[in-house]
C-alpha cells in the first residue's frame, strides 16, 4: 500500500528473466525444471519515484516420477505369423519423460519371462513349436513404474513343403505317338520329411 495513494507499479521475475505485472503470478514449472538447482523468485514493487521494494523467494521443483512412453514397436503389436523354425526379432522403442531415468524390458513368451535387462529387443527362438502364442514386453523405469504391456499373438505355423519328384516316365519331356497307338506315362514323388 502506498501512502501516498500514487499507483505502485510490481513486476515479478523468475531466475532474473520479466515474467508478469499485476499483484499475483502464478509459477507452473514444467517437465525438465526439476532437480537440484533452486530457483529464484523475485517481485519488485516500486512507484516510480523511490527505490524499488523487493522480496525474493527460493524455490525447488521436484519431477514427478512419470511412467515411460512407448513410442513404436516393430512388427506392430497385434497378430503375427511366422513359419515353425524361422526367427523373428522384435523390438520396442520406448523413452522415459523423466530425464536420466534407466529402462529396464521384461520380455515373455506364453506367460514364462525369457529376458530381463537393458535388451529393447528379442529374438523368437527357432524351436517354437507350431500353434498360438503370446509375447509380451514391459518396460520399466527404475522405480517400477511401466509402460502399457505391448502384446503379439504369434501364430506358428508349419512350413508346406511341395513333393519332390524323383522319377518320371518316359524321361524325354518332347514325345511323338502314331495314332491309335498307347503311350504309358507313370511318376514317383516323395514328401520330404516323411518315410
Known sequence: ESPRQKPWHVTW???????DEGKRWTYHPQVGEGGEKLKEVKVEV???ETPPVQ???QVRVSEENRPPVIASTSPKAGTVEVSVGETR???V???DPNKGDRLAYVWTMDGR???RGKNESWRLPASLAEGEHRVTVDVMDKEGLKASTVTWNVVAKAVQVPPRLVKAYPR???L???VGKSLDFSLTATIPGRR
Do not use: M
Open 13 to 19: 521475475f523468475l531466475n532474473g528473466k520479466r515474467q
Open 46 to 48: 516500486s512507484d516510480g
Open 55 to 57: 522480496r525474493i523467494w
Open 89 to 91: 526379432k522384435f523390438t
Open 93 to 95: 522403442d520406448a523413452s
Open 113 to 115: 519371462e525369457t529376458s
Open 172 to 174: 524325354n519331356e518332347r
Open 176 to 178: 511323338e505317338i502314331l
